[in-house]
């Protein structure tokens, strides 16, 4: 399951598991690998969740990596294939032996990290004139805030997947708790970034501040509903102190998501727990000074041309959106 395979949270431990089943066929010995998922799935335990298993005929692994074995990296999230592919890669690498380490050829398919030397199926390309690019372009000063699951979210993806922050640009990052799963703390970090965001707010020193909540997420990946409803209470209290904060000082908050998770819990074809992403249209929400009423059939393209607008910088032409507000 991606849970150990693809770590973002430096929980190296998780990693080693995935690691040393693939490389060195240690793990939960199985002769028959679909009975093997199932009987996870009677345990409870979902595909993201499931511990490394290692496919044994006649008392050995089927397969081991060797010198010379060439790896294709088939995910397109750098978030959550940095820490396996430094532990497959990476000269140096120290954050857990890896043991005897075969010369692999590796590629990637996209570009994880700029100081990875590993040729790319699809290289990067420049996205020109982004919200964060044309807010310093015009000297505004901003700051992004999230807890360890979702900080390079605001960080590294928000800025097109460019790592160092722009002019003007602050950041703050709170630390995510050490949990094994998050139904096990749904509250989260949401307190510490709720803090760390009012205190910025009630300072007035950023032009545009973005926050990532990531317990709706998170929390629905579990698939456990109890906890999603702690969650979910657990933000409304979290949005209840930011607006407050925000009329106090005069500024505009804009809530939205850029997908949905849980909102659906149970899957409605086959009766079993959600706990992937969802298509759903996701709300938007406006509070406060410049707000104004919205307009119908808005998009995701629509939300930095409104963000734009609210500073009184006419948004670029590269951007297809348009204001949400009814002006």
């Known amino acids: 399951g991606r849970y150990y395979g693809m770590d973002r949270d430096r929980r190296w431990e998780r990693t080693k598991l995935a690691y040393d089943a693939m490389v060195h066929g240690i793990g939960t010995p199985v002769e028959h690998p679909v009975l093997a998922v199932l009987a996870a799935y009677h345990r409870g335990e979902t595909d993201e969740f499931i511990r490394p298993l290692v496919h044994y005929r006649n008392g050995v692994p089927v397969a081991t990596m060797r010198d010379g074995d060439g790896i294709l990296f088939f995910n397109y999230r750098s978030d959550r294939m940095r820490q396996i592919v430094s532990a497959l890669a990476l000269d140096g690498f120290e954050e857990f032996d890896p043991g005897h380490r075969p010369d692999l050829a590796c590629v990637t398919m996209?570009?994880?990290?700029?100081?990875?030397?590993?040729?790319?199926?699809?290289?990067?390309?420049?996205?020109?004139?982004?919200?964060?690019?044309?807010?310093?372009?015009?000297?505004?000063?901003?700051?992004?805030?999230?807890?360890?699951?979702?900080?390079?979210?605001?960080?590294?993806?928000?800025?097109?997947?460019?790592?160092?922050?722009?002019?003007?640009?602050?950041?703050?990052?709170?630390?995510?708790?050490?949990?094994?799963?998050?139904?096990?703390?749904?509250?989260?970090?949401?307190?510490?970034?709720?803090?760390?965001?009012?205190?910025?707010?009630?300072?007035?020193?950023?032009?545009?501040?973005?926050?990532?909540?990531?317990?709706?997420?998170?929390?629905?990946?579990?698939?456990?509903?109890p906890a999603v409803v702690r969650a979910v209470e657990t933000l409304d209290l979290c949005l209840a102190r930011v607006l407050a904060s925000a009329e106090q000082a005069g500024v505009s908050v804009l809530i939205t998501a850029d997908h949905g998770n849980c909102e659906m819990m149970i899957d409605p074809i086959t009766g079993g727990v959600h706990t992937a992403h969802t298509t759903n249209p996701v709300p938007f929400v406006a509070v406060g000074t410049g707000a104004g009423a919205l307009r119908t059939g808005g998009a995701l393209r629509d939300v930095a041309p409104t963000v734009l607008h609210l500073l009184g910088i006419h948004p670029p032409a590269e951007m297809s959106g348009r204001d949400l507000r009814e002006c």
């Open 110 to 225: 996209t570009q994880y990290d700029q100081n990875f030397p590993l040729p790319q199926a699809f290289p990067p390309f420049s996205l020109a004139r982004i919200l964060a690019e044309v807010l310093a372009e015009h000297g505004r000063t901003q700051l992004r805030t999230a807890e360890t699951e979702k900080y390079p979210h605001v960080t590294y993806f928000f800025n097109g997947g460019y790592e160092p922050p722009y002019a003007g640009e602050e950041r703050c990052l709170v630390p995510s708790q050490r949990v094994a799963t998050y139904d096990l703390a749904p509250e989260m970090s949401a307190a510490g970034i709720t803090d760390a965001l009012c205190r910025n707010i009630e300072r007035g020193s950023h032009d545009f501040i973005l926050c990532n909540f990531a317990n709706a997420d998170m929390v629905g990946h579990t698939g456990v509903l």
